[in-house]
T-cell receptor
Framework: QKEVEQNSGPLSVPEGAIASLNCTYS??????FFWYRQYSGKSPELIMS????GDKEDGRFTAQLNKASQYVSLLIRDSQPSDSATYLC?????????????FGKGTMLLVSP | DAGVTQSPTHLIKTRGQQVTLRCSPK?????VSWYQQALGQGPQFIFQ???????QRGNFPDRFSGHQFPNYSSELNVNALLLGDSALYLC????????????????FGAGSRLTVL
């Protein structure tokens, strides 16, 4: 069973702090990794994608990928109350030659003013 | 540019009934994937449609079926509803060319929230 694991949280951080969200995956052949943000009652929205080992920065968000350790993380700098949401890690896994996204259960982030 | 649209947004059914959910993909997208998201869980892959055929399926029973039309829109049908089918059903579209490159960026619709009583 190909899996994506996340700590369900909640992860609580004060406003202005750095939030660190982590994800591990089981399929060594995975090539594409995504972070989606989901507000309560809403659908997921893509915030970051990463395909190569190392860091990728976009504004206050940094995605980090380590394929050898099968580990991907998301850092949110200067966290804001509006960042409070569930963050879903998604991994592109190949089954029968076709790619599908497998999601973790999500980590709930709470940013307090 | 319209994104992914789903209908209905909310619906209530009773056990044993059947339901049909509809999805129109984002302009330029030709592949539709359906996900089920139970409360407090991540989205679970149901199946994916491309060129009007189901080409990949997750661990869901045959009660779950689907269809894709020539205009790339799609339907999800669930027969003999169970209480456990209560969930948010998400449609996500993508471009098949991106799938082959591994990019596979999904754009999600707002979802259809199904409650089974």
């Amino acid at each position: 069973q190909k899996e994506v694991e996340q700590n369900s949280g909640p992860l609580s951080v004060p406003e202005g702090a750095i939030a660190s969200l982590n994800c591990t995956y089981s399929d060594r052949g995975s090539q594409s990794f995504f972070w989606y943000r989901q507000y309560s009652g809403k659908s997921p929205e893509l915030i970051m994608s990463i395909y190569s080992n190392g860091d990728k920065e976009d504004g206050r968000f940094t995605a980090q990928l380590n394929k050898a350790s099968q580990y991907v993380s998301l850092l949110i700098r200067d966290s804001q109350p509006s960042d409070s949401a569930t963050y879903l890690c998604a991994v592109n896994m190949k089954n029968s030659g076709y790619s599908t996204l497998t999601f973790g259960k999500g980590t709930m982030l709470l940013v307090s003013p | 540019d319209a994104g992914v649209t789903q209908s209905p947004t909310h619906l209530i059914k009773t056990r044993g009934q059947q339901v049909t959910l509809r999805c129109s993909p984002k302009s330029g997208h030709d592949t539709v994937s359906w996900y089920q998201q139970a409360l407090g869980q991540g989205p679970q892959f149901i199946f994916q449609y491309y060129e009007e055929e189901e080409r990949q399926r997750g661990n869901f029973p045959d009660r779950f079926s689907g269809h894709q039309f020539p205009n790339y829109s799609s339907e999800l049908n669930v027969n003999a509803l169970l209480l456990g089918d209560s969930a948010l059903y998400l449609c996500a579209s993508s471009w098949n060319g991106a799938l082959h490159s591994g990019a596979n960026v999904l754009t999600f619709g707002a979802g259809s929230r199904l409650t089974v009583l």
